[in-house]
């Protein structure tokens, strides 16, 4: 599983933006200041979210980016897929590859294994939408848990 520091802060972005989604367009600029994430990252992150059709921007005064859907419809999968490589736990060249990540081409012994839990996360993330995130269900699921 790969979850870099792109994929994070994204997540972090996007939950910012949709905490305030009914407020009016929000700027990097303020989103860089409360999450503390510097803007110039922020800009190479929403050129991509923007591509992938997650964010909507406008310009001029008054202007910033809005969600492109409705936060309980943007899952975090597709948050993190849209800045980051895809998610696998593997060295190998990914799912449905024949060619393992060994050097004459084999699978190692535990390839199964990073394969399934990278599946799994990949599964959780989409099951999480920004919604559960801003308003605090996972919090909520974590104390029920305990």
């Known amino acids: 599983m790969r979850l870099s520091t792109k994929g994070r802060y994204a997540v972090m972005a996007m939950a910012d933006l949709a905490r305030r989604e009914s407020e009016r367009a929000v700027s990097l600029a303020e989103i860089a200041v409360r999450q503390e994430i510097s803007l110039s990252y922020l800009e190479q992150l929403f050129a991509r979210l923007r591509r992938k059709g997650l964010v ?21 999968a597709d948050i993190v897929l849209a800045v980051d490589e ?21 699978r190692c012994l535990t390839h199964d294994l990073w394969e399934q839990m990278g599946r799994r996360i990949h599964d959780y993330l989409q099951s999480v939408t920004l919604a559960d995130v801003v308003s605090g269900r996972l919090a909520a699921d974590r104390q029920e848990a305990a």
């Open 86 to 106: 895809p998610l696998r736990a593997t060295r190998c060249g990914g799912q449905g590859s024949r060619k393992g990540c060994m050097m004459k081409g084999e």
């Open 56 to 76: 909507q921007s406008s310009r001029g005064p008054g202007g910033g980016y809005r969600l492109a859907r409705a936060a309980e419809e943007t899952n975090i």
